[in-house]
């Protein structure tokens, strides 16, 4: 399976989360430092579109990539699952998918 297939479900899942909290995970958006989205009220439309019932949005940020997000679970997950989450995302897609 190509690796721009896989959803975050899935890479949740292969990476060891549990189905619970791989379940949960709706979505999320990232930026680099000082690159903000010009509409970020936009980018969580298009994140959530589909998505009916509660979500939980979670503020992250990543040192390594120098990212910072937020992520939506259907579910109030604890932040430092939600950190270990972004952490996850962020490797999985430098590793993963920038590099094919």
């Known amino acids: 399976m190509n690796n721009l297939e896989v ?19 709706i979505g999320f958006i990232a930026w680099e430092e000082g690159n903000m989205f010009a509409k970020l009220g936009e ?35 604890p932040e430092e699952m939600v950190n270990q989450v972004f952490d996850t995302i962020l490797t999985y897609e430098h590793e993963n998918v920038y590099d094919v």
């Open 7 to 25: 959803t975050w479900k899935e890479v949740l899942a292969q990476k060891g989360f549990d189905r619970q909290t791989a379940d949960s995970f």
């Open 43 to 77: 980018e969580i439309t298009e994140v959530l579109a589909g998505h009916e019932g509660e979500v939980f949005a979670k503020d992250v940020i990543n040192n390594k990539y120098e990212n910072t997000g937020v992520l939506f679970f259907n579910r109030n997950i």
